[in-house]
């Protein structure tokens, strides 16, 4: 039997990777601490565990338990302009965590280690990037991310661990959390309607970037481990055509039916202007879905929002420097 651990597999991507792999016979091992996630997105099939990456222990006895022949690494507190404020807790868990994963990798001789990464490593290189692009991350997320990256490529160096690394960006879609006011705009734009208040957005809102729908990602990510030649490659992959977070809002607030929301601009915070990527290598090595055009996109996870409710909004716990905190948050 062939054994895949899923991290993050209660959370957005992680949980629709996790479908896929058992769609391909796959069993899955489905590990989540639920700060972000929920229990219902794992998916029917998959041998549910609740527990932590940096639980070292824990990921000793699953390792040992199963033998995994895969890894599939999506957990990660993914809120990247945040990060500058809760530097401890980012390198705790998007770096320390993903060591932890590697090591035993290596230790239980995994086929292949699939790590989800992010644009973020580019920093603010002229777009579109390329997997050429020499990384010059910005934040202690894309910091985190690049380190992991960098980390992989030793551990195969010097252990033999193969790897595959995507760099995924602006990915929405069903069993996203819409209720993390600190990342992904296009939940929390949805979250807003829904709540009755005004559409949030940092500076002038011509800023760009090109949003994913998910099943423009994961399914590429899944699949990924069954191509021998995609071992020890990088993958820039999600969709291709930018847009400004004002025609985002705009696109939301019509398949919404909320064409009047109004929009509240709050100071522009420290973050990429201009962030979006070309995907023609990832279209080289794999079956790539065309990709699902924004409005429809948008109107999928509107269906699923609209059925699921709006969700409340918290304040992240642990600020650790909240010297410059942005506004709203």
């Not at 920093?123 to 990256?149: I, L, N, Q, S």
Request: net charge negative.
């Amino acid at each position: 039997m062939t054994y895949a651990l899923v991290t993050g597999a209660a959370g957005f991507i992680g949980s629709h990777v996790a479908r896929h792999l058992l769609a391909a016979n796959i069993n899955v091992v489905a590990l989540d601490d639920l700060s972000g996630g929920f229990v219902e997105n794992v998916p029917a099939g998959a041998e549910w565990v609740h527990g932590s990456i940096t639980d070292y222990p824990l990921l000793q006895r699953l390792f040992e338990q199963y033998q995994f022949d895969y890894v599939f690494h999506l957990a990660a507190y993914a809120a990247e302009g945040l990060s500058h404020f809760i530097r401890r807790f980012n390198y705790n868990n998007n770096l320390i965590g993903s060591v932890n994963l590697i090591n035993l990798s290596v230790l239980h001789h995994v086929k292949c280690f699939v790590f989800t990464s992010s644009i973020a490593v580019y920093g603010a290189a002229p777009p579109p990037m390329t997997e050429e692009t020499v990384p010059r991350p910005e934040d202690p997320y894309g910091v985190a991310k690049y380190a992991v990256e960098m980390d992989l490529r030793a551990a195969h160096e010097q252990f033999g661990l193969d790897y595959i690394i995507f760099r995924p960006h602006n990915v929405y879609g069903e069993h996203q959390n819409i209720g993390d006011k600190y990342r992904n705009v296009i939940g929390i734009f949805m979250n807003q309607i829904l709540q009755g208040q005004p559409l949030t957005i940092f500076g002038d809102g011509e800023q760009t970037r090109a949003f994913s729908y998910i099943d423009d990602v994961a399914p590429v990510i899944a699949q990924s481990v069954l191509n021998p030649r995609a071992y020890g490659e990088i993958f820039n992959v999600g969709g291709d055509r930018p847009y400004t977070v004002n025609r985002l809002a705009q696109v939301v607030c019509e398949v919404m039916g909320a064409p009047q929301a109004s929009i509240k601009h709050l100071p522009a915070r420290n973050e990429v202007k201009d962030a979006y990527s070309t995907h023609d290598k990832a279209r080289r090595y794999f079956d790539v879905p065309q990709p699902v055009e924004l409005r429809e996109g948008i109107a999928r996870m509107a269906r699923w929002v609209e059925q699921v409710g709006s969700r409340k909004t918290s304040d992240f716990a642990n600020i650790e420097i909240p010297t410059g905190l942005p506004a709203g948050w």
